[in-house]
Structure formats: structure tokens, C-alpha cells
């Protein structure tokens, strides 16, 4: 069974770079028609999507934030990255990766969002 | 962007009630319509894609409804394990968008 873990500090100066790593465990990142994706979740509030990453490698962010975001993958270490630049404290969330599944309904391709990490809260204060 | 407005915000019901939480998107966006459970400190759970599937392992009491631009979550009979905050998500393009959510609590 798939799980994700995200990993990386806890707390982040204003002005700097955020910087984390979700790592698949039970399967490997590069098979099957996956997206792997970052959404965060201020306290209190609902979920933004951030941005994914193909299996390909080909990524989609979102405009609110797409100056800001880089989305990688690393295949030999079977874990995909988000960096945010420039964090203010309106950036301060949790964050969780995630991995989109594809199922096809009659012919039709639909994603879900079917596997998520535990979920990691990044502050940024100075 | 594809705005996803989610009603009510928050409700309160018995243990056995049907409950139905409503979703709008700005725009139609067929199926492709996810609803999510996320309890207190846990991560989103999937309950429902392409509008009407139930994912696995989840609870027949659940289900899912509509197309286009309005949709419905369903839970047939309220259970103490449902207290939770529900939401729904459009996979139709990017940017993926989410409702604002409705928070379910039990009376």
C-alpha cells in the first residue's frame, strides 16, 4: 500500500525559500499514470492547491502562485519537492502532499485525489 | 480559475439523519467533481469521484450526485464516525479548485 510522507522545516524566515520533500514508500513514483501533488491548509481555513508534477515530469501550478513554486521529482530516491520563494507569513499552513490517481470510466479519464501525507505544518516567522 | 461554492458552510444533525451537502461550480465542469472528509488534524480522505463513484472502503451511506454545475453529497443516515468537515473538488482543469467546505457536527 502507497503511503507519503512530507519532511522538512518547521519553521521558515520571511523572505526565504521553503523547501519540501515528499517520499513514496510501497510503490514506486515512476509507475502508473499518477499526478503528485502539494495543496496547503492554513490554520482554520480550506484547501489550496498548489501545483503536481506528472510521472513524465510535466507540471501544472497554480497561477496565484506559479512565480513562486518549483515542483521536481527524483526517481532514484522515489520522492517529489515543492520550494516556495519569497514565504511571507501569509505562506504559514499545512502542507500535504498527494498522489491523483487515474480511473477510467467508460472512456473517460477522471483524477482523485486517493492517497495523502500526514500532512506537515511550515511557519514562517523571523 | 473555476470557483466551487459548497452550502451550508456548517450543520448540525442527529445520529440517523440524511444529510446533503450541496456544491456549485462557476462553470460546468461535467463529472469531474471529487467530495473529500477531512477530520480534525488528519488529512482529506476521498469519498466520492467522477461525482457519483464511491471510492473504496468508504461506507455505502455515502453517495454522490449531479453533473454540470450542481452536485450533492449524501450521507443516508448519520453516524458519530461522520463529524467532519466535507469537500468538494473540481478536476476539470487546472488550477484544481475546492469548495470552501461545510462543517458537519453532530447534535
Known amino acids: 500500500q502507497v503511503q507519503l510522507q512530507e519532511s522538512g522545516p518547521g519553521l521558515v524566515k520571511p523572505s526565504q525559500t521553503l523547501s519540501l520533500t515528499c517520499t513514496v514508500s510501497g510503490g514506486s513514483i515512476s509507475s502508473g499514470s499518477y499526478y503528485w501533488s502539494w495543496i496547503r491548509q492554513p490554520a482554520g481555513k480550506g484547501l489550496e492547491w498548489i501545483g503536481r508534477i506528472y510521472t513524465s515530469g510535466s507540471t501544472n501550478y497554480n497561477p496565484s502562485l506559479k512565480s513562486r513554486v518549483t515542483i521536481s521529482v527524483d526517481m532514484s530516491k522515489n520522492q517529489f519537492s515543492l520550494k516556495l520563494t519569497s514565504v511571507t507569513a501569509a505562506d504559514t499552513a499545512v502542507f500535504y502532499c498527494?498522489?491523483?490517481?487515474?480511473?477510467?470510466?467508460?472512456?473517460?479519464?477522471?483524477?482523485?485525489?486517493?492517497?495523502w501525507g500526514q500532512g506537515t505544518t511550515v511557519t514562517v516567522s523571523s | 480559475d473555476i470557483q466551487m461554492t459548497q452550502s451550508p458552510s456548517s450543520l448540525s444533525a442527529f445520529v440517523g439523519d440524511r444529510v446533503t451537502i450541496t456544491c456549485r461550480a462557476s462553470?460546468?465542469?461535467?463529472?469531474?467533481l471529487n467530495w473529500y472528509q477531512q477530520k480534525p488534524g488528519k488529512a482529506p480522505n476521498l469519498l466520492i469521484y467522477a461525482a457519483l463513484s464511491l471510492q473504496s472502503g468508504v461506507p455505502s451511506r455515502f453517495s454522490g450526485s449531479g453533473s454540470g454545475t450542481d452536485f450533492i453529497l449524501t450521507i443516508s443516515s448519520l453516524q458519530p464516525e461522520d463529524f467532519a468537515t466535507y469537500y468538494c473538488q473540481q478536476s476539470f482543469s487546472t488550477p484544481l479548485t475546492f469548495g470552501g467546505g461545510t462543517k458537519v457536527e453532530i447534535k
Open positions: 498527494a498522489r491523483e490517481t487515474l480511473i477510467m470510466i467508460r472512456g473517460w479519464s477522471y483524477y482523485g485525489m486517493d492517497v
Open positions: 462553470q460546468s465542469i461535467s463529472s469531474y
